[in-house]
């Protein structure tokens, strides 16, 4: 009788441990740790230390051509950089409930339309409940293939028959199971085991997959974490609750940018396409009112048009509360200290909070300007002007720093009609504001001078706000 190795496996982040332990050592998560039975080796009758031969090849040589081929969903390939790269397996990670199925179906439908195989494999869900959420997408029509099945080798098998798929998504990692593990579904030993063998299949027939798989702050599901570092390229799909925008984000591209967004609109017939996103995103604009500056950033080679918005109020608790929606919450404490180390703005009395509107996460430190602007606005009950647009990175100094693609930034806020823009002063020199009236700030305190000089208090001090 053979003996079985077991170990314990973090849920969390896959890291074994010979023994259960309350806290893996990994990743620091309590309770995470599980016993699994150990993977076979994927060679069956193999004997150890016996390899088998195999031929090296020089780098120069045969590459297939046209290996992208693009889904149709414009936002989509421009996410992954140009479509699905053949032979090449694709993460869609999110929470659930986000929209990852109705994105996929409607990737899969447009596939099958432009007259590719594509296979819809759903562990989550029977095939009626696909065909009814396809017939409300209007999906009815394409030709997609759809299958209820959980088994990978059962998968592998079905597809291999016929003329290779296209495209294949597997939704999710998470239900799917492998004869070569032990353990049960749902366990990284499994979600590791299943993908390792749809990305073998991937890699021997060519087909482009893509996994999806949920994330869950709760450690006892096995994340897709485990499973990051063997596909070509994760993508990240989020929103929030209360918006209906769903930004898709490349968190690993192996063949293309990892910078690019792409913005959809989650409306009653699926998921919508939203190619200028700026327009959505100062939709809802507050016009007037104190504590919102728009930020003219960047996303890849796309600009993009945000709306930050700040409140800074008397605090009643001992330690002030510093709270951030969609931006870096260390890069908002080095904004609060430059301003009381450099601009004389006092804010240990004040609770902060920082939202960027729509649901939007801002991760270039161009954005600092436009926070500190925000800030100083709702500090000095001074609305900033309705027109005016900002950029520019703050540095430890108090200097604001210059930031890449400026002539982007300013032509697009001159596209959606703002005719002003506060900048740094080395945009000067990169020439082109797009028509903008450019005002430009050397020092974090010249721009908090200019604010508190359009406070409606008159006051002329740049720390005012509670004397009412
Ligand atoms: P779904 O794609 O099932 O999410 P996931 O696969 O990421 O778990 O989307 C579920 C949500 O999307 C659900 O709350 C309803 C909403 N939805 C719409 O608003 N409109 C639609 O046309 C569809 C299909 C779903
Ligand atoms: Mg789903």
């Known amino acids: 009788m053979s003996k079985r190795t077991l170990s314990f496996i973090c849920q969390n982040c896959g890291a074994a441990a010979h023994r259960w332990q309350g806290k893996c050592e990994a990743c620091g998560e309590w309770n995470t740790l599980v016993e699994e039975g150990a993977e076979r080796p994927a060679g069956p009758g193999r004997k150890p230390g016996k390899g088998r031969l195999f031929a090296l090849e020089p780098l120069a040589g045969e590459a297939h051509d046209a290996p992208r081929l693009p889904s149709g969903v414009a936002e989509l390939d421009r996410v992954t950089g140009g479509g699905f790269v053949r032979g090449s397996v694709l993460l869609m990670a999110g929470d659930p409930g986000i929209g990852k199925s109705t994105l996929l179906i409607q990737a899969s ?3 099958a339309r432009a007259g590719h195989r594509a296979v819809y494999i759903s562990g989550e869900e029977a095939v009626a409940q696909v065909r009814l959420r396809a017939e409300r997408l209007g999906l009815r029509d394409a030709a997609v293939e759809l299958a209820a099945e959980t088994s990978v080798e059962d998968i592998v098998a079905t597809l291999s028959e016929g003329k290779v798929p296209r495209l294949i998504v597997i939704d999710s990692i998470q239900t ?17 085991g299943s993908a390792q063998a749809l990305i073998r299949f991937a890699k021997r027939s060519g087909a482009a997959i893509i996994l999806v798989g949920h994330v869950t702050k709760d450690g006892q599901i096995a994340g897709p974490r485990v499973v990051e570092h063997m596909v070509d390229a994760v993508l990240s799909f989020e929103g929030e609750g209360s918006h209906q925008f769903r930004i898709l984000r490349a968190v690993k591209n192996r063949f293309g940018p990892t910078d690019e967004i792409g913005v959809f609109e989650m409306t009653g017939a699926g998921l919508r396409e939203v190619a ?11 016009l007037g009112s104190p504590g919102t500056a728009v930020f003219a950033g960047m996303e890849g080679t796309r600009p993009l048009l945000v709306e930050i ?3 800074v109020a008397p605090t009643s608790l001992g330690t002030p509360r ?9 890069r908002l404490s080095m904004v609060l200290a430059v301003l009381e180390a450099h601009c004389g703005v006092k804010l240990g009395g004040y609770d902060v909070y920082l939202n960027v509107a729509g649901g939007m996460r801002i991760q270039e430190p161009a954005a600092d300007l436009a926070a500190a602007a925000a800030l100083v ?16 990175e703050v540095s430890l100094s108090g ?13 697009e806020a001159a596209k959606l009609g703002f005719t002003r823009a506060v900048v740094p002063e080395a945009a000067k020199t990169e020439g082109g504001d797009g028509g903008l009236k450019a005002s430009f700030v050397a020092s974090l305190s010249s721009l908090v001078a200019d604010i508190a000089a359009r406070g409606n208090r008159g006051t002329a001090g740049k720390n005012r706000g509670q004397d009412g």
């Open 276 to 286: 200028n996103p700026s327009e959505l995103f100062l939709s809802e604009r507050d």
């Open 377 to 392: 606005s709702s500090l000095a009950n001074a609305p900033l002007p309705a027109d005016a647009v900002y950029f520019g």
């Open 109 to 111: 439908a447009a596939m």
């Open 176 to 192: 799917m199971w492998t004869d070569l593990v032990e353990s049960a579904p749902g366990t990284v030993t499994q979600v590791r």
């Open 399 to 411: 200097a604001i720093r210059p930031v890449a693609q400026a002539p982007a930034r300013l032509k």
């Open 309 to 311: 918005q700040a409140l």
């Open 322 to 330: 510093r709270a951030v929606v969609g931006w870096d919450p260390s």
